[in-house]
Structure formats: structure tokens, C-alpha cells
């Protein structure tokens, strides 16, 4: 295909997909036929078993975009009188506490830098200043940036005191490692077009069954209801309402192909190969990036946009987009950043080909960074 049909994606979410799982899209599927149940049966289970969570956990399935699936996660589990702690190290922390705030739950935020990761002792210490706190929610990667926030540590603190872990985990799951049996959690947030590189429009949750079970009620929502919705699926094995049935059968191809790759320790370091090549490369051409190497998931990279008066994001977009692939725009207020990302289905060779498109994209600009 040409790179004008169909660019490569560095963002985030969407993400550049295989021939394989866009072709799975390519047959209509009865939501109240056996043949879908089953494939919404099949990645409940396997969701489950990445994060080795069958013997304790729930995966609930929830319609939308990764946003949906975390509102509705803190809607349910959180009471209307709990209270949650949010560590805030960047945009999507930032979202969570706006999200709180529209559901009337209360809300308390430690804030940091946002090059910066969460610490555990400081989650630690306001948790036991503070006993009406009920809840801590943690980004595991902060998007924002590409900050890697330290899960085990701030679940073992959060356990620790008797408080109920949120995890979004959104741009992290399948790539970067979370253990039940290890790291515990009451909560985990993630979405089919992030790393496990369908497509996007549904989101899970994998919840602790015995807290689950407890949650009848607590949501302010009809639709975003985790508790009907794991109760109607568990009656019916169907969703409540329909569901994105398309979006479902790329994320079972998407998944087969996830395992036949090698599963998480394969996800992880493609990933990680591809952040290294995309780091030395820019890095060659001089560019700085905005995070130390030692706090960098391997995700997303943040770099700073050149200091030259004839750079601008727009027009180096457009020219980096003539060459096929999709950059994304910093998210921090303070600086000037673009970010690139390194997930989705592409290789060191595709990373290469991003920073030689950068490279040309800069010389066409008559840029220096
Ligand atoms: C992608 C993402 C989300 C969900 O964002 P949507 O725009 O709803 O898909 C939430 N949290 C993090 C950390 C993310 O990367």
C-alpha cells in the first residue's frame, strides 16, 4: 500500500494494526449469536491470563473508547462517599481527577513534575495521613509523556494500608508486565487499540471478583455500569447493550497474534527495541528528548521540538505525513514537544524509516535541531 493510502501510525491509539486484524473486521457477526459469544468468552479469558488474574479476577468487557472504560471502572468500584488519591504526573493522571470531580467523588492529588514518575513513599505517607481515603488510582504509563510509574511499589504500599488499587493501564498492558499473583490490585483499565494492537472502540477491566461483587449499585450510570454488565454476561454471555462487534472479533485476531508472537516478554521488548532505535536515531539528528532515559516506558517518547525560528509542528507534521508516517503533538503546556510513540505493528525497520523521515522532513523545513 502506499504510504498516502495508509500511513503509518505513531501515536498512541489508534495504532498501526496487521493485514490479519483488519481483515477480521471483514464479516458481520450477530451479537446474540453463539459464534460471537464465544469469541467475547475467549477474550475474557485471555485478557485474564495476562495478567495471570484467572484464579482472583473478573475481565469486564465495556463498550467505547479507554476514557469509557476508566469512568466506568471508578463509577462502580469507587463508593459515592469513597475517597480517591490520585498521584498526578501528567495528562491522563489530570483526567482522572477530572473524571472524580464529575462523579462527585472526592478527590486528593499529590502532584509532580511531569518528568517526574509517582514515589511509592509519597503515596504511602498520604495514605496514612489521611484515613478517609478509600481508593488510590495510578497511571501505570503516563501517556502524556512517557513516564513509567512504579505499579509494584505503590500496590504493595496501597495493600499495605487496606486501600483499593485503580490501575489505568491503558498504554501499558501487554507490554509491560503486571502479575496478580505479585502486584496486587482491585483494578486494572486497558483498551483493545493500545498494546495488544486492535483496533480501537472497547475497553476492559479486570477486577478483583470479591469486589466486584460488592459494587452493586455504586454507579452513577446506566450504560457505564461494570457491575450489571458483569452480571448481564455472566446470565446471558452477551453484552447488555450492543456490542462493537467488529472492534471485538480484530481484538481476538489481534490477541492470536499477540501469542503467536511470544505473548508479553516478545510485546515488551519489540517495543522496547523499537524505543531504542527511535531514541539513538532522533538523538543522532540532535534532538533532546524531554524524560531521562531511567524513567522512559517504552511506549511513547517525548521529544523537544528545535529551537529554530523556521520550525513549527504543523508544517513539520504535513511534511513528515507526506512520507507516510503520523506523528503526535506534545501534551505538555509549559514546553514546546512532539511526541512519537513506539507501539503498534512495526519494527526497528520502521523506526528507522520514522527518523529518516524526520531527517527529510527538517531538511525540506531548512531546520537545524
Ligand atoms: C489512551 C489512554 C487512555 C484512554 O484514552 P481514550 O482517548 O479514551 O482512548 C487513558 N489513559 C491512558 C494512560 C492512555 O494512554
Known amino acids: 500500500m502506499s504510504p498516502a493510502a495508509s500511513p503509518i501510525l505513531l501515536t498512541p491509539g ?12 471483514l464479516r458481520d457477526w450477530g451479537s446474540w449469536d453463539e459464534d460471537f459469544n464465544q469469541i467475547t468468552r475467549r477474550i475474557r479469558q485471555r485478557l485474564l491470563a495476562i495478567a495471570a488474574a484467572e484464579a482472583t479476577h473478573e475481565c469486564v468487557p465495556m463498550q467505547g473508547s479507554g476514557t469509557f472504560a476508566v469512568e466506568a471502572a471508578i463509577g462502580t468500584l469507587v463508593p459515592r462517599g469513597g475517597h480517591v488519591l490520585v498521584p498526578s504526573n501528567g495528562a491522563y493522571c489530570a483526567r482522572i481527577e477530572r473524571l472524580c470531580a ?8 499529590i502532584g509532580y513534575s511531569e518528568s517526574q514518575p ?106 457505564l455500569d461494570l457491575h450489571e454488565q458483569w452480571t448481564y454476561m455472566e446470565k446471558t454471555a452477551q453484552w447488555r447493550f450492543t456490542p462493537p462487534t467488529h472492534v471485538v472479533a480484530a481484538l481476538d485476531a489481534a490477541i492470536a497474534q499477540y501469542q503467536e508472537e511470544g505473548g508479553l516478554t516478545a510485546r515488551g521488548a519489540r517495543y522496547a527495541r523499537n524505543c531504542r532505535e527511535l531514541i539513538d536515531g532522533m538523538r543522532a539528528l540532535g534532538f533532546r528528548t524531554y524524560l531521562d532515559d531511567s524513567v522512559q ?27 507516510g508516517y503520523i506523528l503526535y503533538p506534545g501534551k505538555l503546556t509549559q514546553l514546546e514537544t512532539f511526541r512519537i510513540g513506539c507501539m503498534g505493528q512495526l519494527g526497528e525497520a520502521g523506526m528507522r524509516g520514522a527518523v529518516d523521515a524526520v531527517a527529510q522532513a527538517l531538511q525540506a523545513m531548512g531546520v537545524r535541531p
Do not use: W
Open 14 to 25: 489508534p495504532l498501526t494494526t496487521s493485514e490479519r486484524t483488519r481483515a477480521a473486521m
Open 102 to 109: 464529575t462523579l462527585g467523588r472526592r478527590v486528593t492529588t
Open 118 to 223: 509517582v514515589r511509592a513513599l509519597d503515596v504511602e505517607q498520604a495514605l496514612t495521613a489521611d484515613e478517609s481515603i478509600t481508593h488510590v488510582a495510578l497511571v501505570h504509563c503516563e501517556t502524556g509523556t512517557g513516564v513509567l510509574n512504579p505499579l509494584h511499589e505503590v500496590a504493595a504500599v496501597t495493600a499495605r494500608h487496606g486501600r483499593s488499587l485503580i490501575v489505568d493501564a491503558m498504554s501499558s498492558f501487554g507490554a509491560i508486565g503486571i502479575d496478580a499473583r505479585s502486584t496486587p490490585f482491585d483494578a486494572v483499565v486497558a483498551a483493545s487499540g493500545k498494546c495488544l494492537e486492535g483496533v480501537p472502540g472497547m475497553g476492559f477491566v479486570i477486577v478483583r471478583r470479591t469486589v466486584l461483587e460488592q459494587a452493586r449499585g455504586h454507579s452513577h450510570s446506566l450504560a
Open 297 to 323: 516506558a517504552p511506549i511513547i517518547v517525548t521529544f523537544h521540538a528545535p529551537q529554530d525560528p523556521a520550525y513549527e509542528f504543523r508544517t513539520f507534521y504535513q511534511e513528515v505525513k507526506k512520507r
